[in-house]
Nanobody, 124 residues
Framework: QVQLVESGGGSVQTGGSLRLSCAYS????????VGWFRQAPGKEREGVAT????????YSADWVRGRFTISHDNAKNTVYLQMNNLNADDTAMYYC?????????????????WGQGTQVTVSS
C-alpha cells in the first residue's frame, strides 16, 4: 500500500499558477502509477494527469491542453502538478492517488490509495 500526502493548494487569482506536491511512501515498483484527480462541489471526480514513477510516462486528460504538467522527483519521492493559467473552473479539491498496473486518468475508480486532498480556489 502506498501512502500519499498532498500539499501546495491555496487561493489564487484568475490567470495565476500553483504547484501541488504529492509525497508518497510505501512499496513502489515499475508498475506504480501516481496521479492527480479533482472534485468540485456538486460535480463528479475527474482525472487530471497521471504518470508511472519509474519510466516517467505521463498521461493527461484532454481538457488539460498543456495548462497542467505532472512531474516526478525520484530523490524526494514526490509527484508534482504544475498548474498555469488557472480559472474559476479549476476550483476544486485536488487529490493524489496511486495504483499498481494501468495509468489512465480516466479510470480513477481503479486507484486504491488516496491522499486527503488539497483545496485549490481560483477567484477573479
Amino acid at each position: 500500500q502506498v501512502q500519499l500526502v498532498e500539499s501546495g493548494g491555496g487561493s489564487v487569482q484568475t490567470g495565476g499558477s500553483l504547484r501541488l506536491s504529492c509525497a508518497y511512501s510505501g512499496y513502489t515498483d515499475k508498475r506504480t502509477c501516481v496521479g492527480w484527480f479533482r472534485q468540485a462541489p456538486g460535480k463528479e471526480r475527474e482525472g487530471v494527469a497521471t504518470m508511472y514513477i519509474i519510466g516517467g510516462s505521463t498521461y493527461s486528460a484532454d481538457w488539460v491542453r498543456g495548462r497542467f504538467t505532472i512531474s516526478h522527483d525520484n530523490a524526494k519521492n514526490t509527484v508534482y502538478l504544475q498548474m498555469n493559467n488557472l480559472n474559476a473552473d479549476d476550483t476544486a479539491m485536488y487529490y493524489c492517488a496511486a495504483r499498481s498496473g494501468g495509468c489512465s486518468p480516466s479510470r480513477g475508480a481503479e486507484f486504491g490509495s488516496w491522499g486527503q486532498g488539497t483545496q485549490v480556489t481560483v477567484s477573479s
